[in-house]
């Protein structure tokens, strides 16, 4: 059975560096939801950051970050968890993604859960290769993984 773990954001922020150091340094301040395995291993990660705020000081947009050290962590279950704080928690309308355009994975991933391609970036990772930028709505993020509200 697996674990959810909140209340440990700079812990497994540090743990996302040092694991995936190509990750570089994730911006603070962020939130974090993580996945544990029966055997107390991290399976993967959300990293909530670059939260975007209107005058009202309410969250319309955030940036997530998702990390994945095993493939089994992609349950409805744990994308429930993982897409229950931005939503329904801090209420925001969207929440934007950013990927090398080269990492299909993490591609296919981000068009599994729902998210569309808004943007290519040239020079989007460190100046030098293109990235990607997806969003996910809350309308439809809801609409697909929360139907009975």
Do not use: C
Not at 23 to 42: C, E, N, T, V
Not at 75 to 81: D, G, L, P
Not at 116 to 127: M, N, S, V
């Amino acid at each position: 059975m697996t674990q959810l773990i909140f209340g440990k954001d700079e812990e497994l922020a540090r743990w996302a560096e040092a694991t995936f150091p190509e990750l570089g340094q994730i911006a603070r301040p962020l939130h974090s939801i993580g996945l544990a395995g029966d055997d107390g291993k991290m399976l993967a990660l959300a990293l909530f950051n670059n939260f975007g705020q209107n005058a009202k000081n309410e969250t319309y947009d955030l940036q997530v970050t998702f990390v994945a050290a095993s493939t089994r962590w992609a349950t409805k279950k744990s994308i429930r968890a993982f897409l229950h704080y931005p939503f329904f928690q801090i209420g925001a309308n969207r929440m934007s993604a950013l990927t090398n355009k080269s990492n299909k994975k993490a591609r296919k991933l981000l068009e599994g859960l729902g998210f569309k391609l808004e943007g290519t970036h040239p020079y989007g990772d460190e100046g030098v290769r293109p990235s990607l930028s997806y969003g996910l709505y809350r309308d439809e993020a809801v609409k697909r993984w929360f139907p009975d509200g």
